[in-house]
């Protein structure tokens, strides 16, 4: 068997961010000056797009709703951060207390990720109705997917309760 390195993913430095996210050069002015050392930013269109889609999902079939943020990832002198631009629905198994997104699902969005030149950073799924019984936690097939598909220093996971 022969193990083979796959291309490495670095943070790109701050410089490189377009005109539109010029606000995050200086994150200082964000944070009041206490900056996490890692921090993800989520625009309002994607999570927006996130809660139309998970609503739309429990409203049909009352079960959960998956999908994952798709960005950049950025390093300044204060640390590591990613902006999350872009909301892609998940498909795959899903009841009303399980989701699991499917590898076709996940090989069709990494090959737009590659050609945008973007990353999957953030996988998010729905527990709608859980605040109910208890807050919205991590079950074992949610651990699961996070260590086998969203292992990376930049990936982060959410769950929420629509």
């Not at 739309?56 to 950049?72: D, S």
């Not at 902006?83 to 996940?106: N, P």
């Not at 090989?107 to 030149?117: F, L, V």
Request: with cysteine.
């Amino acid at each position: 068997m022969t193990i083979i390195k796959k291309k490495e993913i670095f943070a790109r430095d701050v410089s490189e961010l377009s005109n539109e996210y010029s606000v995050f050069i200086d994150r200082k002015a964000l944070h009041k000056n206490a900056i996490p050392p890692y921090f993800v930013y989520i625009e309002d269109l994607a999570w927006n797009a996130f809660i139309q889609h998970s609503s739309n999902v429990y409203k049909k079939v009352r079960h959960e709703a998956q999908g994952v943020f798709v960005g950049r990832y950025y390093k300044d002198q204060f640390g590591e951060f990613v902006i999350a631009f872009k909301y892609e629905e998940g498909s795959g198994l899903s009841e009303s207390a399980y989701s699991e997104m499917d590898e076709t699902c996940l090989a069709e969005i990494s090959r737009r990720c590659k050609n945008e030149e973007t990353l999957m950073l953030v996988h998010i799924h729905s527990h709608p109705g859980f605040h109910s019984t208890s807050d919205a936690w991590y079950s074992s097939t949610d651990c699961r997917n996070l260590k086998t598909h969203f292992y990376k220093q930049y990936h982060i996971g959410i769950v929420v309760d629509i």
